[in-house]
């Protein structure tokens, strides 16, 4: 059913706002352009109202979710290539048709650690990308293989390398022609997406990384900090060169200690941290690890596990802190001197699994604003999949047992299957916020992060007309995307 004028109002509906928070208001939309509209600024413009009013009956009608790191779905693996653009093609577009299901209307495709002569191709197939009736594909996350052995989880160790090269080593790798700056990269494209997304996970203690940060950013790409074992002064360090985000938050990387909290630190980043960054010369030499340990993990080849999951346990670092003197001290209560940097957002795979519910709570309460829920989803992700048996790949099954994946015949944990919309809901249930607050985490602040929040995660004037409806308990009724109607669930 379509409006006759093209405007749509829902009413009767609660509508998160960017700082959490719900407000009963109506919504107009203009369903030929697929853009949000200011009603009044529309009504006095135009001197008529939409022909047709959706009553959402007191439920929540919500930006829809971004998923900015997803590894597959659908049984379709984003980081498998079998010589064939159009199958690879194919299976892209029909995640990206099934996953609206989830409340999810744009998702960044993520690649892990691959031979390195596959990148050029994966990363072209997966420029931007919208059809009618699916979700938006942004673009690509690159997760390796600039990333640190010890902290590899499910990523094949022979593929790992490092940036000796620094900026050249990552166009080598990636291919130039996908790192080049956005405007040329999108005009590269097929020409119908204004919008585009690149974001790229390494390790910024591994050789010429931490040099490349910022070219990397100058050309627009979101630089992420994971699978590494920074300690806190080179977690800074990143960040000072404009490293923007953290890789799934606790896993793969040194978990929390109070005289180095290394990347988890970050959260927590006090005013009085204004040491210089490190010389780039002492990074390389923080940690390598045994040429005989490397070719054993070679030989054994990638674990059928979680890719966020750590291999090696994290080794020993506890730097000394030098003293400061003359530190300005604040005399206002409750004003808190200001950062010498702006602190990174960081995703939460917030299934119960990957990180216990108090850690969810504990990243929530230390730095709300950053937060981003993430699926990190493998290719077996699908809401009507059966528990059971189900086959991976290379002769590997996985037993499914609701939200937790095992490789048959162990207890190994092999990875996330949890759909986003679920994620909102046990976020706001292990966190104790509201489901206003909750959303955030799964549009606004995804959106921001990735420099989109004028046109995606937002239901400000001019942004897309991509909406998930939501009841009260946060289960998803319908999806629309660019002003039409998608998915609808239905009644039992």
Request: with cysteine.
């Given at each position: 059913?379509?409006?006759?004028?093209?405007?749509?109002?829902?009413?009767?509906?609660?509508?998160?706002?960017?700082?959490?928070?719900?407000?009963?208001?109506?919504?107009?939309?203009?369903e030929r352009r697929g853009v949000i509209l200011d009603s009044q600024r529309t009504f006095f413009q135009r001197k008529e109202r939409p022909d047709r009013v959706i009553d959402l009956g007191g439920n929540i009608l919500s930006p829809g979710f971004i998923d900015i790191q997803i590894n597959g779905a659908y049984n379709f693996d984003f980081s498998v290539y079998e010589g064939d653009d159009e199958a690879y093609t194919a299976g892209l577009r029909r995640v990206a048709q099934n996953i609206?299901?989830?409340?999810?209307?744009?998702?960044?495709?993520?690649?892990?650690?691959?031979?390195?002569?596959?990148?050029?191709?994966?990363?072209?197939?997966?420029?931007?990308?919208?059809?009618?009736?699916?979700?938006t594909l942004l673009g690509w996350h690159a997760e390796g293989p600039f990333i640190q052995f010890a902290k590899r989880g499910a990523h094949a160790p022979q593929f790992l390398v490092p940036a000796k090269e620094e900026i050249k080593s990552?166009?080598?790798?990636?291919?130039?022609?996908?790192?080049?700056?956005?405007?040329?990269?999108l005009m590269a494209g097929d020409g119908?997406?204004?919008?585009?997304?690149?974001?790229?996970?390494?390790?910024?203690?591994?050789?010429?990384?931490?040099?490349?940060?910022?070219?990397?950013v100058r050309r627009g790409v979101v630089f992420s900090i994971g699978h590494s074992i920074a300690t806190t002064d080179i977690a800074t360090a990143a960040v000072q060169r404009g490293a923007r985000l953290i890789t799934h938050l606790?896993?793969?990387?040194?978990?929390?200690?109070?005289?180095?909290?290394?990347?988890?630190?970050?959260?927590?980043?006090?005013?009085a941290q204004t040491l210089p960054p490190p010389p780039t010369h002492t990074i390389a030499s923080l940690h390598r690890v045994p040429s005989v340990i490397r070719r054993a993990a070679a030989q054994e080849g990638p674990k059928?596990?979680?890719?966020?999951?750590?291999?090696?346990?994290?080794?020993?670092?506890?730097?000394?802190?030098?003293a400061q003197e003359g530190f300005e001290l604040g005399l206002e209560k409750g004003k808190v001197a200001g950062l010498a940097f702006e602190r990174p957002f960081y995703e939460?795979?917030?299934?119960?699994?990957?990180?216990?519910?108090?850690?969810?709570?504990?990243?929530?309460?230390?730095?709300?604003?950053?937060?981003?829920?993430?699926?990190?989803?493998?290719?077996?992700?699908?809401p009507h999949l059966k528990d059971g048996v189900h086959e991976w790949r290379d002769g590997k099954r996985f037993v499914k047992a609701g939200d937790k994946l095992y490789l048959e015949g162990t207890d190994t944990l092999a990875g996330s299957v949890v759909t986003l919309d679920k994620c909102v809901r046990n976020f706001s249930r292990f966190t104790?916020?509201?489901?206003?607050?909750?959303?955030?985490?799964?549009?606004?602040?995804?959106?921001?992060?990735?420099?989109?929040?004028?046109?995606?995660?937002?239901?400000?004037?001019?942004?897309?007309?991509?909406l998930v409806v939501l009841d009260r308990k946060g289960k998803v009724l319908s999806t629309w995307v660019a002003g039409k109607e998608v998915w609808t669930r239905k009644e039992n």
């Amino acid at each position: 059913m379509t409006s006759p004028n093209g405007l749509v109002c829902f009413t009767n509906c609660l509508l998160p706002t960017e700082d959490g928070g719900l407000v009963q208001k109506d919504l107009w939309i203009d369903e030929r352009r697929g853009v949000i509209l200011d009603s009044q600024r529309t009504f006095f413009q135009r001197k008529e109202r939409p022909d047709r009013v959706i009553d959402l009956g007191g439920n929540i009608l919500s930006p829809g979710f971004i998923d900015i790191q997803i590894n597959g779905a659908y049984n379709f693996d984003f980081s498998v290539y079998e010589g064939d653009d159009e199958a690879y093609t194919a299976g892209l577009r029909r995640v990206a048709q099934n996953i609206v299901e989830t409340g999810v209307t744009s998702l960044l495709p993520t690649i892990i650690t691959q031979e390195r002569s596959l990148y050029p191709k994966l990363l072209h197939l997966l420029r931007p990308y919208s059809a009618p009736n699916s979700a938006t594909l942004l673009g690509w996350h690159a997760e390796g293989p600039f990333i640190q052995f010890a902290k590899r989880g499910a990523h094949a160790p022979q593929f790992l390398v490092p940036a000796k090269e620094e900026i050249k080593s990552f166009e080598e790798v990636y291919g130039k022609e996908n790192l080049a700056e956005t405007e040329d990269w999108l005009m590269a494209g097929d020409g119908q997406d204004s919008v585009g997304v690149r974001v790229i996970t390494a390790a910024p203690e591994i050789d010429g990384v931490m040099p490349s940060v910022e070219e990397l950013v100058r050309r627009g790409v979101v630089f992420s900090i994971g699978h590494s074992i920074a300690t806190t002064d080179i977690a800074t360090a990143a960040v000072q060169r404009g490293a923007r985000l953290i890789t799934h938050l606790f896993n793969a990387m040194p978990q929390l200690h109070h005289r180095d909290p290394s990347i988890i630190g970050l959260l927590g980043a006090s005013p009085a941290q204004t040491l210089p960054p490190p010389p780039t010369h002492t990074i390389a030499s923080l940690h390598r690890v045994p040429s005989v340990i490397r070719r054993a993990a070679a030989q054994e080849g990638p674990k059928a596990t979680s890719e966020a999951f750590d291999d090696v346990q994290t080794p020993p670092q506890t730097p000394l802190l030098r003293a400061q003197e003359g530190f300005e001290l604040g005399l206002e209560k409750g004003k808190v001197a200001g950062l010498a940097f702006e602190r990174p957002f960081y995703e939460l795979i917030v299934d119960g699994i990957h990180s216990h519910p108090n850690s969810v709570r504990l990243a929530y309460s230390a730095y709300p604003e950053g937060c981003i829920l993430i699926t990190d989803a493998m290719k077996i992700l699908d809401p009507h999949l059966k528990d059971g048996v189900h086959e991976w790949r290379d002769g590997k099954r996985f037993v499914k047992a609701g939200d937790k994946l095992y490789l048959e015949g162990t207890d190994t944990l092999a990875g996330s299957v949890v759909t986003l919309d679920k994620c909102v809901r046990n976020f706001s249930r292990f966190t104790g916020c509201s489901l206003g607050e909750a959303i955030r985490c799964a549009t606004y602040n995804p959106a921001r992060c990735l420099g989109l929040e004028r046109r995606k995660g937002t239901l400000r004037p001019g942004a897309d007309a991509d909406l998930v409806v939501l009841d009260r308990k946060g289960k998803v009724l319908s999806t629309w995307v660019a002003g039409k109607e998608v998915w609808t669930r239905k009644e039992n």
